[in-house]
């Protein structure tokens, strides 16, 4: 039986949407946002997001455009886009309700012009990223996330690169192997509170 608890990942939700504000840390800068029931982490900063934005430094000047990968309610997509006003970030989601909260999110914080929302098969598929930046899905199965991570992967300009969070419980040396055996050069950014931070490149 399917777990109910997994469906964002997946679709929108079909339960009634309940919205809540909450305040976060986003690199030192306290901000509120508006989440709901049926998106990821409604209650709070997820900390596999934390680490990834305590880890590693925003992007640099050279850095274009940046596709956030499971954009949730938009933490990540945001955080980039605060931190870096040349940038132009895609937030990506399966979820509608996700979608919908980071433009609102983005429009409260000044960003919306900078921070576009899609769903997977909206994306223009010629488009190609300087960066990726993802929480992945890790719970969506193998397979699928395998599948997900080459799409993207596959979307990255030349010299660009992909910086990942995966749990270490949750199989992140096994899939930094795998992204090395499918041709991705992969190395370890960082390693905290039960998290690793990977870093695939395309030559």
Known sequence: MPDERLDHYFSTPDSE????TIRVSLRGREVTLQTANGVFSAGRLDPATAVLLKEV?????????????????????????????WLSVDAVDTNARALALTRDNAASLGLGERVATYA???????????????????????????????????????????????????????????????????????SSKGFRVLESRRG
């Open 120 to 190: 997977p098969e909206e994306v223009d598929p010629s488009q190609v990223y300087d960066e990726i930046w993802s929480n992945p899905p890790i719970r969506i199965g193998k397979e699928a996330l395998h599948a997900l991570l080459l799409t993207w992967l596959g979307r990255l300009a030349p010299g660009g690169r992909a910086v990942l969070v995966v749990g270490k419980n949750l199989g992140a040396d096994t899939l930094q192997r795998w992204l090395e055996e499918q041709g991705w050069p992969t190395r370890r950014l960082a």
């Open 17 to 20: 949407e309940h919205r809540r």
């Open 57 to 85: 430094p925003p992007p640099g000047r050279d850095v274009r455009r940046v596709a956030d990968v499971g954009c949730g309610y938009g933490p990540i997509a945001l955080s980039l886009a605060l931190d870096c006003p």
